[in-house]
């Protein structure tokens, strides 16, 4: 009886050693070292991570940082219990404090990366999605990994870009670098853009002549004129051809954005250079400019440019006139800039025009005539102060008033002869003179000098003779009145009266 129980002792004690060496075995098989990728299962979880079984004598722990990386464009939700994942064991340690550090991330970039790097060996682009916008360009998500485009790299060179606007946008792009150890991809769409574009120019410069007209849009704006996307290129409004108005702003004539027709005016293929004007889409005023404009019409301007000669003025869009210098004031000038200004509102009239020669004369002294009401304000006898502005063989000429000029003969100069003007008058000399002459319609006025001392010797005159005639009378009734004498006696009244009653 006891040998049996012996015997049952040994065979269990051997079935138990073959058990684990089996299960060693096992184990031993599965050869689980530092970076092997294995599959488990999720057994355990809490706040810090997960335990995985991956057929190891102790459980892998899966720490939650190791789930992803910022490399990864994740889109699979945490793990649950049961799942089963990919992982790579990154840290093992073994003995009777067995150990097991796995990582999910590192499998998962590993598999993605080769992914990449099998497509880009047969394929020159790759299709991206834009995920966000960052500080020098764009993130995006290549094959589930992080890549980036420089700003530089986003649009054809030297245009600028929002990077913000590719956000969930969908597009191709060429590889410009991939790093794997340090995990990087850097990508460019700008090269795609300027191999379309190039061929987009080629085609523009084949199918555009000068004096064709089409449709852009205002890219942007400048102190010197207005860039207009044509969709391949860009051509040059320049500020001279905005428009036929003269000395206007670029932001007056367009805004960015806005939809405009130019007209090809000139193209340079070798320097990518399109001039184009947006005036000479329209009309050119001065063909019609003897229709709208009459000798003897009046307009309103603002004075675009002041010369020695005179002054010119805009009176419509692109109609320019010019103030001769002596039209521009009835009394003399030195410059037209004693009287007009650039910038200035001005009312003027037309003189001439001439469409053929694109030239209108106008004038603004014309409306400001200072003889018109002339007799109203002088009238013949009016004694003046006028201003000695010129003197001349015959005489004298003076100022009444700004535009109005009158002359003194020398033979009005003085009572007694003169023999030159400047012998009793100077240049600028302010003097007293009578009007004796004033002719609107010839726009003369005559005065004297001599005319003042003839009145004064005229009233001298009278005053003597009414003295001499006042002495003369006061002589004859002094001859008239009786003389009486002493010696004679003298009768009152009272005597006569006296006599009277008596008789």
């Known amino acids: 009886m ?29 050869e689980i070292h530092k970076g092997k990728v294995v599959t488990g299962t999720i057994v ?29 464009v994740e889109e699979e939700e945490e793990p649950s219990i049961n799942d089963e994942i990919q992982v790579q064991v990154i840290n093992i340690r073994h003995g009777e404090d067995a150990q097991l550090l796995v990582s999910r991330w590192r499998c998962e970039f590993d598999r993605r990366w080769a992914e990449l790097e099998s497509f880009v060996s047969s394929h020159d682009l790759i299709s991206v999605r834009g995920i966000r916008k960052v500080k020098g360009g764009l993130m ?20 600028g870009v929002n990077p913000g606007k590719f956000v969930g946008e969908v ?19 700008r090269m795609l853009v ?41 051509g040059l409004v320049h500020i001279s051809e905005l428009s036929w108005k003269r000395n206007v702003k670029p932001k ?25 004007s947006i005036k000479q889409t329209q009309p050119d005023p001065w063909s019609i400019v003897e229709e709208n404009w009459k000798i003897g019409d009046k307009a309103s301007g603002v004075v675009t440019n002041v010369t020695d000669f005179g002054a010119f003025v805009e009176v419509g869009p692109g109609i320019e006139g010019l103030i001769h210098i002596g039209d521009l004031s009835w009394a003399r000038i030195k410059h037209p800039r004693d009287v007009l200004k650039k910038g200035q509102n001005v009312e003027v009239v037309v003189l001439d025009v001439d469409a053929e020669k694109k030239r209108m004369s106008l004038g603004y002294k014309q409306l400001n005539d200072p003889w018109t009401g002339i007799e109203e304000r002088y009238t013949k006898g009016q004694d003046i102060t006028v201003k000695v502005v010129r003197l001349a063989d015959f005489g004298a000429f003076v100022e009444v008033e700004e535009g109005v000029e009158g002359l003194i003969h020398i033979s009005q ?3 007694k002869r003169v023999d030159k003007p400047e012998d009793v008058l100077s240049e600028g000399e302010e003097v007293l003179a009578r009007v004796i002459e004033i002719n609107p319609a010839e726009r003369r006025m005559r005065l004297s000098i001599s005319a003042l ?26 001859k008239q009145q009786p003389t009486f004498h002493e010696e004679e006696p003298s009768i009152t009244i009272g005597d006569v009266l006296k006599g009277f009653l008596n008789r």
């Open 453 to 478: 001392f003839e009145e004064e010797i005229r009233k001298n005159r009278e005053e003597e003779k009414k003295k001499r005639l006042a002495q003369k009378a006061e002589e004859s009734r002094q």
């Open 413 to 415: 100069l003085s009572t």
């Open 194 to 234: 300027e191999e379309a574009v190039e061929e987009q120019r080629n085609k523009f410069y084949t199918t555009v002549s000068e004096g064709d007209i089409l449709e852009g849009r205002v890219s942007s704006i400048t102190s010197f004129g207005a860039f207009i996307n044509l969709g391949p290129i860009d």
């Open 2 to 30: 006891m040998e049996e129980m012996n015997n049952d002792v040994k065979t269990t004690e051997n079935f138990e050693n073959m058990d684990m060496e089996s299960m060693l075995e096992k184990y031993a098989g599965e």
């Open 252 to 276: 007056e004539v367009v805004k960015k954005g806005e939809t405009v027709k130019v007209k090809v005016i000139g193209i340079e293929q070798e320097n990518n250079r399109v001039s184009l």
């Open 171 to 189: 597009f191709d792009v060429k590889l410009l670098e991939k790093d794997r150890r340090k995990r990087r991809l850097v990508l460019s769409r």
């Open 140 to 159: 995006v998500n290549c094959f589930n990994l992080e890549g980036f485009i420089p700003i530089s790299h986003l649009a054809e060179e030297g245009r």
């Open 44 to 72: 355990g979880a809490n706040e810090d991570g997960w335990l995985v079984d991956v057929g190891y004598k102790c459980e892998g722990f899966l720490p939650r940082r190791e789930w992803t990386h910022k490399i990864l």
